[in-house]
């Protein structure tokens, strides 16, 4: 059974940066997509970002346009932990933050194209303040 970890999480201003890290129990990045998602107080969970192994030197990646050129999604493929770099964060970012791991057996575009979780973490918040 995996077992996915957020943490990192906290308070910034508006304007400011954090990172936020999820650790796998198991090394599943070359056999699993992996996004982070977010829940905001009275919304739907929504992607954020996914990130899928494509070789040694390739991981696509998706990002919501929301976050576009401000969030950067990555992992380490030794450490088993998923990454995601937010900068010139918003008020609107303001949300819980969950890992996820898509492990079914088909291709990676079809990963990324149709992300479905099948191993979630506990999540951790974020709180922009302005």
């Known amino acids: 059974q995996v077992q996915l970890v957020e943490s990192g999480g906290g308070e910034v201003q508006a304007g400011g940066s954090l990172n936020v890290s999820c650790t796998s129990s198991?090394?599943?990045?070359?056999?699993?997509?992996m996004a982070w998602y977010r829940q905001a107080p009275g919304k739907e969970r929504e992607l954020v970002s996914s990130i899928a192994y494509n070789g040694p030197t390739n991981y696509p990646t998706t990002y919501t346009d929301s976050v576009k050129g401000r969030f950067t999604i990555s992992f380490d493929n030794v450490q088993n932990v998923l990454y995601l770099e937010m900068n010139s964060l918003k008020t609107d970012d303001t949300a819980v933050y969950y890992c996820a791991a898509d492990c079914r057996n088909l291709n990676w575009r079809l990963l990324l194209k149709s992300f479905q979780p099948v191993y979630w973490g506990q999540g951790t918040q974020v709180t922009v303040s302005s």
């Open positions: 198991m090394n599943i990045f070359s056999s699993c997509a």
